[in-house]
């Protein structure tokens, strides 16, 4: 059986790079474009959530992150918390200051979005995490049942080290096992964006 072709066309700098990678990889760009692309179609994978789920493991390990358990991560912070609690608390909170300090030198446009952007991909284990901005005014809302109390304490902790670096002030929280809402205000000199 005689296999009909299309066409397919794209601009020039493109199609030459395809050519590149194919060949780097040993394809043809017939194959690299039919076969690949097709099969993991096919397999229902999602090239673009590949991409995004690679720059959310990239950033995250540049930005200071491990993998590891979620259960024990929540037994450790809640050790941490029961046998010295202020210390903990500290530690939390420099860690956002840092991390919030890696964004503002960083020489982004606009730190906090991306600051912002990287939370929300990086808290996975959270089905319910908010972010809001209107003015001057920053909402942070969490509600995750598997939170336990000791952790969301800390974690809130650590939100409000980074706020305060982007140039905010807490004005409001609750804070309770699985549930967290800060309001945040930019201070009067102009919050860093």
Do not use: C
Request: cysteine-free; aromatic content about 12%.
């Amino acid at each position: 059986m005689k296999v009909k072709r299309k066409s397919l066309f794209a601009r020039e700098d493109l199609v030459n790079r395809l050519s590149s990678i194919a060949k780097q990889h040993g394809y043809t760009l017939y194959s690299l474009v039919n076969e690949l692309a097709v099969q993991a179609e096919d397999a229902g994978v999602n090239l673009r959530r590949i991409f995004e789920e690679r720059w959310i493991l990239e950033n995250a390990k540049k930005d200071g992150f491990i993998l590891g358990l979620e259960s024990l991560w929540y037994d450790m912070a809640e050790l941490a918390y029961e046998k010295s609690r202020d210390e903990a608390l500290k530690r939390w909170f420099e860690a956002g200051v840092w991390l919030a300090k890696r964004y503002v030198t960083a020489g982004l446009e606009r730190p906090f979005e991306s600051f912002k952007r990287s939370l929300e991909a990086y808290t996975w284990n959270v089905p319910e995490l908010t972010i809001e901005e209107d003015g001057k005014v920053v909402s942070i809302r969490i509600i995750s049942p598997r939170l336990p109390e000791s952790y969301t304490v800390l974690y809130s902790s650590f939100l409000e080290g980074a706020l305060e670096t982007f140039g905010y002030e807490v004005t409001s929280r609750e804070v309770s096992a699985g549930m967290m809402r800060l309001k945040a205000v930019g201070k009067e000199a102009d919050v860093e964006e």
